[in-house]
C-alpha cells in the first residue's frame, strides 16, 4: 500500500487503512478515511472517487466532499 496522508490533518494513515475493516478514521483528526461502498460492500477509501469493483460514487471521497465530482 502507497503512504497516504490524512487531507485535513496531514498525518500518516497508510497503517490504519492496511489494518483497518470498513470504517477507519484518522487517529490525530477522527476524519472519516473509508468504508464500506453502498452499493456492493467493497472497501473504498477517502481517495478513491469511484469504487473500484463496481463504479458507484463514493460518499466520503475529498473531491465528492469539495464539489469536484
Not at 23 to 45: F, H, P, V, W
Request: hydrophobic fraction near 25%.
Amino acid at each position: 500500500m502507497k503512504r497516504s496522508k490524512c487531507p485535513k490533518c496531514g498525518a500518516a494513515i497508510g497503517t490504519i487503512l492496511s489494518g483497518a475493516s470498513w470504517d477507519a478514521y484518522c487517529s490525530s483528526c477522527g476524519l472519516k478515511i473509508s468504508t464500506k461502498c453502498e452499493k456492493c460492500d467493497n472497501r473504498i477509501t477517502i481517495n478513491e472517487r469511484y469504487c473500484s469493483h463496481c463504479g458507484f460514487k463514493n460518499p466520503i471521497s475529498i473531491e465528492t466532499k469539495e464539489g469536484k465530482g
